[in-house]
């Protein structure tokens, strides 16, 4: 099965930059490590026939960027910086769960719109130091051109038909089949198509997506539940607020048994990414902590391993965007939006943006736009 991996890759990948490939120990142990800790990845890769491979990617290093830099250049020149605002807000916001609001006067918490704004902030920042940078969305909108009506038919083939034959049961089966249809064309599809312009038309060296990570409501009742997923009601803000930072890794063994995520991991393992994303991920997690004073997250479970004790904010997870972008690829989750600590401030945040006031010292918004740069700086930047 690998070998088939292999021949294909070798043969549809753009030899952009062809420099030794990873031995064979190092591939395993990086398995072991970091991409498969909690699996039997022996069963399905070959490290061997691996390390055969020559490293093939259109993304380029931080000392390879910096080679290429004059005396005079800015800090950031030459380098080119994909940044994706994470989700879509706007009239998606509620469907894709991502949208809410403690009092019926407050500001709508929407995660697509405020990372959008971060976006926005870090990439005015990134370009005065001479970076380019390229955002993956500029508005509340989706990145797939494709609608839900679109995957009407691929929803109605992913939900099963009603058990009974009673008119409720037809009603909640319609409503399954929309719900699918509109997480393919906002969610999945949305993703897939992210990682598709990375990697054929932006091709950056290297691409942030930012979110603000939210906790569970803390609540046991049903109704309130559910009314804090379509933005409305009642519910209490938690106490946990945190950082951390992803990168590629953490796939479990049904995951390897996919053979398109053993094929992406193949990609991932063998062109060079994952150290430049321990590099970035660890710089932007701690320009993260450094500013915002929290402490980091913690997983339950082996969905997510820690990578370093020395670096407690930086995790490898198992994501989709984080496993189809084929360049060093980070994923930011600062704050819990709906904790005691952050929604104040994001409700200040938004309300001097609505009403045109000057932006308070420490704007939680600008605060995250800021370490954003600095992790970049620390990670590319000339010193
Ligand atoms: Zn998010």
């Given amino acids: ?25 190092e591939l395993a142990s990086a398995l072991t490590t970091r991409y498969a800790p909690y699996a039997n990845w022996q069963s399905e890769v070959d490290v061997d026939a691996l390390a055969q491979l020559s490293e093939s990617r259109y993304w380029r290093t931080a000392e390879e960027i910096a080679l290429q830099r004059g005396d005079g250049d800015l800090p950031l020149a030459g380098l080119h910086i994909a940044l994706d605002p994470g989700h879509l807000g706007g009239q998606w916001a509620a469907a894709e769960g991502r949208q809410f609001r403690i009092a019926e006067d407050d500001f709508y918490v929407r995660e697509g719109e405020l990372v959008l704004v971060v976006a926005q902030l870090a990439r005015a920042k990134l370009i005065t130091l001479g970076a380019r940078v390229t955002l993956l969305r500029e508005a509340a909108v989706r990145v797939n051109p494709k609608s839900p009506v679109d995957y009407l038919e691929l929803a109605a083939e992913q939900v099963s038909l009603p058990k009974e034959p009673s008119l409720s049961a037809l009603w909640a089966y319609g409503r399954a089949i929309q719900a699918r249809a509109v997480h393919l064309s906002i969610v999945k599809v949305d993703l897939m198509e992210r990682a598709r312009l990375v990697n054929r038309e932006i091709q950056p060296d290297a691409l942030i997506s930012l979110h603000i990570n939210a906790a569970a409501w803390p609540t046991e009742n049903e109704s309130e539940r559910e009314a804090s997923e379509s933005g409305s009601g009642k519910f209490r803000l938690v106490d946990v607020n945190n950082v951390h930072a992803l990168i590629f890794g953490c796939l479990s063994d049904d995951e390897l048994q996919a053979e398109n995520q053993l094929e992406q991991l193949v990609v991932k393992l063998t062109n060079g990414s994952g150290t430049t994303e321990r590099l970035l991920g660890g710089a932007l997690a701690t320009a993260l902590a450094e500013a915002t004073e929290l402490p980091a997250a913690r997983y339950q479970g082996n969905n997510a391993i820690l990578l370093s004790s020395q670096q407690p904010y930086l995790f490898a997870r198992n994501l989709l965007l984080l496993r189809m ?21 994001l409700q200040s945040a938004l309300a001097n943006r609505a009403a045109g006031r000057a932006l308070a010292k420490d704007d939680i918004l600008l605060q995250y736009a800021d370490a954003v740069v600095a992790g970049v700086r620390a990670c590319y930047g000339q010193e």
Avoid: D, K
């Fill in 325 to 345: 972008a084929e360049c060093p690829t980070v994923l930011l989750e600062p704050y819990v939006a709906n904790s005691f600590g952050a929604y104040g401030r």
């Fill in 1 to 25: 099965m690998l070998l088939r991996f292999v021949v294909g890759y070798l043969f549809c990948a753009g030899l952009v930059v062809s420099l030794s490939a990873a031995q064979a120990p």
